[in-house]
Nanobody, 115 residues
Framework: VRLVEPGGGLVQPGGSLRLPCAAS????????MRWYRQAPGKERELVAS????????SYADSVKGRFAVSRDNAKNTVYLQMNSLKPEDTALYSCGALSYSSQYWGQGTRVTVSP
């Protein structure tokens, strides 16, 4: 099982970034996919979640209206589109896969929002 999140980096406040998470080794469409983040000195936060068929999404209040989660089951990839980024969005972003019996995690990618 692998979850790989390339695509982090440095972005200016107000900017946008799209994070992909490529999955392999499990039946992707059977899993809820989630994005988490952990800022320095803080606990991990669930940012966004999308159901297996992509039909339902949910977001943390801190990102609602700015972030959008989506998935492409044909490519085994989940995305996090981040808009209107703020310095407080700086964190290690990781994706996770959840089913009734299993849970997997990626290593994460660092996003820094700074002038």
């Amino acid at each position: 099982v692998r979850l790989v999140e390339p695509g982090g980096g440095l972005v200016q406040p107000g900017g946008s970034l799209r994070l992909p998470c490529a999955a392999s080794g499990f039946t992707f469409s059977s899993y809820i996919m989630r994005w988490y983040r952990q800022a320095p000195g803080k606990e991990r936060e669930l940012v966004a979640s999308v159901t297996g068929n992509g039909g339902s999404t949910s977001y943390a209040d801190s990102v609602k209206g700015r972030f959008a989660v989506s998935r492409d089951n044909a490519k085994n990839t989940v995305y996090l589109q981040m808009n209107s980024l703020k310095p407080e969005d700086t964190a290690l972003y990781s994706c996770g896969a959840l089913s009734y019996s299993s849970q997997y995690w990626g290593q994460g990618t660092r996003v820094t929002v700074s002038p």
